[in-house]
């Protein structure tokens, strides 16, 4: 038996998982010696049991790995153990990465996540939101980081779309097997995140039913994948605070976007902020947390952006459309959608040009979708 075939057994086996194969790698050299071994060998290993040295080593008549293996390609779908050079390497770093990591769509997407940011959020949204999670996960695709999430109702379906409208990579971590998409109603979201160069991932076998008690476990990946976790809405009893709260275990950042106090969908937010979440107004807020954005020097931005106030004609290249949307204001305030229809562009490509304006300090982006101008100077041609 080869390792992949082998990993894949344990991750079929009821009642085994990341954290027992642990126990049970400390004392076998490699899961094929844990397959091969007997069950009285098994139980000796601390936390395992004489019940469950008798699944596993009963592995044959417990599972069919042939099966599994032959719908993972037929499906098309990529399995990673733990053991291969593609693993997410945040995700191997973390108490008990999963055994397999099953993956529909782009390799690359996934490796990517290292660099990424997860949104999340409750199923609930409220339309102030949805509008966050839409400005967050834009600007993170603009500045080029892959935006994690669990393709659930509400906030996560927004931030999975706004990064697509944005031209970003964008990743689902699913709850149950990838022969099944959960809800049912996104399917159409999960076939153009594959589609567009993204991802799908699970590490539960494909056939794996929707279950509650899944999703506490997917929420360990989707905060494990990034460097960090945006908290949008979250009521007290959301499953977001159990993401927020995995990211915590894991040693990363964890961020959350204040809302109205009155609101019942604010006040997860709220308490992950008094308990010490950064307050997120913006994505640079989040930016800032490691260092800047790739490919960006915040310090040097915001020092160009001094010196513009400084200077009547600082020497500033923009782009076409940095220029044109520019042209389009003045230090009034104007509203986002005004704005759009007046640049006849897509709203997907101003809206990510209007990120870039603000990360310049020429515009600044004000509540109700409003904007101005906050920068004079020349353009240079």
């Not at 959020?121 to 892959?146: C, D, F, I, K």
């Not at 040097?300 to 520019?326: M, Y």
Request: glycine share 10%.
């Amino acid at each position: 038996m080869d390792r992949r075939r082998a990993y894949l057994t344990l991750n079929l086996l009821p009642g085994i998982g990341p954290v027992r194969v642990a126990q049970l790698l400390s004392l076998f050299p490699s899961p094929e010696a844990i397959l091969e071994a007997t069950a009285a060998d098994l139980a000796r290993v601390p936390g395992i049991g004489g019940k469950l040295a008798g699944v596993i080593a009963d592995w044959r008549n417990q599972c069919d790995v042939d099966r599994e293996m032959a719908m993972v390609e037929q499906a098309g779908v990529l399995v990673l153990t733990r053991d291969d050079a593609d693993y997410p390497a945040l995700l191997a770093e973390i108490h008990d990465p999963p055994l397999c990591l099953y993956v529909r769509g782009a390799p690359e997407a996934v490796a990517r996540t290292r660099g990424g940011i997860a949104i999340v959020g409750s199923r609930r949204t409220t339309s102030y939101g949805v509008m966050m999670a839409e400005r967050l996960a834009t600007a993170a695709s603009v500045a080029g980081w892959p935006v994690v999430s669990g393709l659930a109702r509400g906030i996560d379906t927004v931030a999975h779309q706004g990064t697509l409208a944005a031209g970003g990579t964008t990743i689902g971590v699913l709850g149950c097997g990838l022969a099944y998409v959960y809800p049912q109603e996104n399917l159409d979201l999960a076939r153009r995140i594959v589609a567009e160069g993204g991802a799908l991932v699970s590490e539960f076998p494909m056939t794996c039913r929707p279950d509650k008690r899944n999703f506490p476990m997917r929420n360990r990946i989707i905060s494990g994948l990034t460097r960090g976790t945006i908290v949008v809405e979250a009521g007290f009893q959301s499953g977001s605070l159990i993401t927020a709260a995995t990211a915590l275990d894991q040693g990363r950042a964890v961020f959350a976007v204040p809302g109205r106090v009155d609101s019942p969908q604010s006040r997860g937010c709220h308490a992950l902020i008094r308990d010490g979440a950064r307050l997120v107004e913006s994505f640079q807020d989040v930016a800032e947390e490691f260092g800047g954005l790739p490919g960006l020097d915040l310090a040097a931005e915001s020092a160009r952006g001094a010196e513009a106030c400084r200077k009547p004609a600082p020497d500033l290249v923009l782009t076409d459309l940095e220029r044109k949307l520019l042209s389009l204001l003045d230090e009034s305030e104007t509203a986002i959608d005004s704005l759009i229809v007046a640049a006849g562009e897509p709203a997907a490509q101003v809206l990510g040009t209007l990120l870039l304006l603000e990360m310049k300090r020429l515009v600044k982006q004000l509540p109700g979708r409003r904007v101005v101008r906050s920068g004079g100077g020349v353009v240079a041609e």
